[in-house]
């Protein structure tokens, strides 16, 4: 395995810009050694042979964990709109926030 691309403070203040975090020029580069040695973490993880292994969703067998299905009263939909701030078409209106300029 190869040794992975070296994190750079570009990187960083990118993955920052991506995640509209507003970071100080001091935080990004403290940020990017301590991203550098988790990747590095992982990095060595990620070279373990773990082909030996049995695959495991949990460390303990689970058997019906899950309760059944049943049908039960819900609350009535016009008592419960009627509580909301605002409704619109018999549904909960809120504000939006896809396309929203940041």
Same mark, same amino acid.
């Given at each position: 395995m190869s040794d992975p691309t070296p994190l750079s403070a570009a990187d960083v203040a990118k993955v920052a810009v991506l995640? =509209? /975090? $507003? +970071? !100080?020029d001091e935080e990004v580069e403290r940020f990017t050694g301590q991203l550098a040695s988790i990747l590095g973490h992982a990095a *060595? +993880? &990620? &070279? #373990? *042979? +773990?082909? &030996? /292994?049995?695959? !495991?969703?949990?460390? #303990?067998? #689970?058997? $019906?964990? +899950? =309760?059944?299905d049943e049908v039960r009263p819900s609350l009535d939909r016009a008592e419960v709109l009627s509580q909301a701030p605002a409704v619109a078409d018999h549904r909960f209106l809120v504000p939006q926030i896809v396309g929203e300029e940041g």
């Amino acid at each position: 395995m190869s040794d992975p691309t070296p994190l750079s403070a570009a990187d960083v203040a990118k993955v920052a810009v991506l995640a =509209r /975090l $507003n +970071l !100080t020029d001091e935080e990004v580069e403290r940020f990017t050694g301590q991203l550098a040695s988790i990747l590095g973490h992982a990095a *060595d +993880l &990620a &070279a #373990l *042979d +773990l082909s &030996a /292994l049995k695959v !495991t969703e949990h460390p #303990l067998e #689970l058997i $019906n964990v +899950l =309760r059944t299905d049943e049908v039960r009263p819900s609350l009535d939909r016009a008592e419960v709109l009627s509580q909301a701030p605002a409704v619109a078409d018999h549904r909960f209106l809120v504000p939006q926030i896809v396309g929203e300029e940041g």
